[in-house]
């Protein structure tokens, strides 16, 4: 297994893999009463984010860690490692929003982050701390008021021009669509979900390997993770928000309630300026981004915190974790097999539970095989050498 820092940093991607895939399987909200289950809970909006974090802890430690290269030669080159990689990420995602996998597709957007990262790949972590901070505090605001102008002008805004709407496979190649989906209207909207990217670089260019700075991600992560949840809480709970929706929007209180707690777009919240205020997955919400960090920053935290005592006993997931894209990519294909157009009828008979079971499983002894072999997931592989292949030759020196 790689070193302890690298590995603690595995273990938090492996539980961001894992809880995808939960979000992606078992049911999230009561099909009958609308209120959100444990799955709903917890994996909605969360791993995604937690995701998107360590992406930048990634881009960071690939970049020289605490130390970023400055030597110009260095620089071009992790560039354009980092550029091949990307659109190559993108590319993948793209072949497999293709398939009828009933999942909104994060690798497009994946892609399209690291692109937006490379001219900040020379900060250090206090400049990159601001940076996420000014994102989450002003993002927000252009978010919500671009929805709502774009609602009264717009015909079909935001519901059409989501892909994951999109009656055919074929809108793909609507840029309009493709361009809108990206920016405002998906489930990862590049508007809003660098603050992820660029907190997760700063904390890359911590000290990962000091016990005090793992602490210091998770005391801070959780009490904004409480605080945000908090103030989400006294809106929905205190306020008479819950009642108000319910009436506003003609659905029974479950319902509402679901969907502030899940968060599936299948109600406008952002047309009400108490939006700002709820926590609600995928919504974009202050609340939403500041609790999502939280999160993501306190499991960092936590994970490296472990690592060292239950080194032997998170080597599959940490294994899981050090192949993220050929896990994601193979969820997929099998998701498309269990309930796309062409599944088999025996399909119907594998339950939600059943299938996350097998895919925790397959996740697991993948990691442990790729820890014992100590070799790249497949894909990691190809992107790997293709990324070095178009940068040629790594600058020598330190």
């Not at 774009?150 to 059409?160: A, W």
């Not at 700075?213 to 959780?222: H, K």
């Not at 697991?364 to 014992?372: E, P, T, W």
């Amino acid at each position: 297994m790689s070193s302890p820092r690298i590995a603690g940093v595995d273990v938090a991607r492996g539980l961001a893999l894992l809880g995808m895939m939960a979000a992606h399987v078992l049911v999230i909200s009561d099909p009958v009463t609308g209120e959100p289950t444990l799955t709903g809970w917890l994996a909605t909006g969360r791993p995604s984010a937690l995701f998107a974090l360590l992406a930048g802890v990634g881009l960071a430690l690939m970049t020289g860690g605490t130390r970023p290269a400055r030597d110009p030669a260095k620089v071009r080159w992790n560039r354009a490692v980092i550029a091949t990689r990307a659109g190559l990420v993108v590319l993948t995602g793209l072949l497999l929003a293709m398939l009828d996998a009933g999942v909104a597709i994060i690798l497009v957007h994946y892609g399209v982050l690291f692109i937006l990262a490379l001219p900040f790949l020379r900060l250090r972590a206090r400049a990159l701390w601001w940076i996420a901070a000014g994102w989450v505090t002003l993002a927000p605001v252009l978010y919500w008021a671009l929805h709502n102008e774009l609602r009264s002008t717009l015909e079909g805004f935001p519901d059409y021009w989501r892909l994951w709407h999109s009656p055919t496979p074929l809108d793909l190649a609507d840029p309009a669509l493709l361009g809108m989906d990206l920016a405002l209207t998906g489930y990862y909207p590049l508007l809003l979900w660098p603050a992820y990217l660029f907190a997760g670089m700063a904390a890359g260019r911590s000290d990962l390997g000091s016990r005090a700075v793992a602490v210091r991600l998770l005391v801070i992560g959780g009490l904004l993770a409480i605080v945000s949840q908090a103030i989400s809480w006294s809106m929905i709970h205190a306020t008479g928000l819950l009642p108000d929706y319910a009436q506003r929007f003609v659905q029974p209180e479950g319902i509402v309630r679901g969907e502030l707690l899940t968060g599936t777009h299948t109600l406008p919240l952002i047309t009400d300026p108490r939006w700002f205020l709820l926590a609600t997955p995928h919504e974009g919400s202050t609340m939403d981004l500041v609790h999502t960090l939280g999160c993501a920053l306190a499991v960092l935290g936590a994970c490296l915190l472990v690592l060292p005592a239950l080194r032997a006993v998170l080597t599959p997931l940490a294994g899981a974790g050090a192949m993220p894209l050929t896990l994601y990519a193979g969820h997929l294909l099998i998701l498309f097999a269990w309930r796309g157009e062409l599944a088999p009828s025996w399909a119907e008979e594998v339950s939600p539970a059943m299938m996350m079971a097998s895919l925790t499983a397959l996740a697991l002894a993948g990691g442990l095989v790729k820890a014992r072999l100590g070799r790249r997931g497949p894909l990691e592989s190809l992107i790997h050498s293709a990324g070095t292949t178009v940068a040629g030759p790594r600058p020598s020196g330190p």
